[in-house]
């Protein structure tokens, strides 16, 4: 049987065929890791906005100031001022009697760096939700 010593450059060719898989693979981590590092920033800017609008104090917290926290929140995590301002944060129950729910809601859309232009099936936006419900003290 004649066989060939001669194995100069498969190692490179290997390479080549394993690195667009191990790229795609690498792309898809980051792009979920920061889906869900946007979704955890959420999560947190929702409680802060519940917090501190179950607090008592005269005259009582309004759904414009917790709004206002939930984006300060969202800010201070990092978010750019212009993604902030297209956040959409939705409280029921503010100023509300002791002992009844108030609930802040944060939904925003999330757009994928890579994920969405590499396969066509996934959507470029997905929709993120985080809502908190307090009891009024």
Do not use: C
């Not at 925003?108 to 009024?136: C, E, R």
């Amino acid at each position: 049987m004649f066989r060939l010593n001669n194995e100069k450059g498969v190692a490179a060719i290997e390479f080549g065929l394993i690195l667009p898989i191990l790229l795609f693979l690498v792309m898809g981590i980051i792009d979920f890791g920061l889906l869900m590092t946007s979704r955890a920033s959420m999560v947190s800017a929702s409680r802060e906005g519940a917090r501190a609008g179950i607090v008592v104090g005269v005259p009582s917290v309004t759904e414009a100031e917790i709004a206002t926290v939930v984006r300060n929140a969202l800010t201070n995590s990092g978010w750019d001022e212009a993604d902030v301002a297209l956040v959409d944060v939705d409280v029921t129950g503010a100023g509300g009697a002791f002992g009844t729910d108030l609930t802040v809601g944060v939904n925003s859309n999330y757009s994928f760096l890579v994920l969405s232009k590499l396969i066509p099936s996934i959507a470029d936006q997905l929709l993120l939700n985080a809502s908190t419900t307090m009891k009024n003290e």
